[in-house]
């Protein structure tokens, strides 16, 4: 039996067991894909210094996110299509996090609906939305959100326009999935994976039944993306989202010191430090380089967490000693997802888990909430550098 004990076995086990369409959707970035690259590279540079002869008897990786206790600061940050990754994904993915004790975010792009989701766990999750051109349809799954008792909106600010994925048109990646004498071998040589999406509940995007009226038109997911989002939304919207939501409210997408300055003096209870995965302005730098800036920028007025190339408790305990209160995971979620379902979820999680707690001990911490920067050796990458 192999044995699975990081993040890139996972990632391993994953591209062997579903359809390459769906892999690279997860896997890949835009354009040439050095903002991609940016996100891993810049973490593995930051050194560490190692500590000796600390009592590390009373070792803690508990936190809090947004109020609420967490296992370890750590929350499954919205991803799309996690149904087609594996059937019902969205319910193993919640059902892991929530066992497991740490948030789990619901993208308005899922394959489960919200209420499918909500009808399969005990305890509330957070809801993604983005602001499409039809208001009436945010107002309706902000209106749904509430009535799942969602405990956080996350707001995702970055997509206003879809940054060119070359790998998703050229693997031709559609809702729901098309089968084509291109990628029909590739189908056929997965099946366990084909009977998990197809006795699963949806195999289109769940939030959306009867909003996609021109879906059938559209050969690919990237184009019908494109037809949605609005082009003219500014940070007014902002208020107009607060209006409809009085909960919890998380704006993600910000890579910017002036962008973190303007949204946290709107009010927001948090802000994912976020360059979408690598997969939309490529060229900008990795979410690790302008963190520290960012943390300055907010001033204390929301949390900070970090998004972008999380594959380690050790880049988790990067993220932490450069100012970040807890860090987001996308794409390691779905390797995990794709690998093995729920059981995936919570093996990835227990990975990441163990990879803290022994990094802090190396580094002479007990408490993840006192980690700073006095923790490394290295500085954080230059932002107008890395390359």
Partial sequence: MRVLNSIADLRELARRRV?????EYADRGSYDELTLRRNRSDLQA???RQRVMRD???LSVASTMLGERVTMPLAIAPTGLCGLFYGDGEIH????????GIPFCLSTMS???IEDVRGAVSQPFWFQVYLMRDRGFNQDLIARARAAQCSALMLTVDLQVQGLRRRDPKNGLSIPPRLTLRNALDVA???AWAARVLLGRRRTFGNLAGRMGNAAGLTTLSQWVASQFNLAVTWKEVEWIRSLWPGKLIVKGVLDAEDARVAAGLGIDALVVSNHGGRQLDGAPSTIAVLPQIVTAAGGRCEVWLDGGVQSGQDMLRALALGAQACLIGKSFLYALAANGAAGVT???????KELEVTMALTGCTDIRGVDAGILSTRVPDAGASG
């Fill in 111 to 113: 394959i489960c609906s």
């Fill in 46 to 48: 930051i050194q560490f």
């Fill in 93 to 100: 993915g919640a059902r892991a996090a929530q066992a497991f």
């Fill in 189 to 191: 040589t997965k099946p």
């Fill in 56 to 58: 590390l008897s009373q």
């Fill in 19 to 23: 359809p390459r369409a769906i892999f």
């Fill in 347 to 353: 093996l990835a999680l227990e990975i990441l888990r």
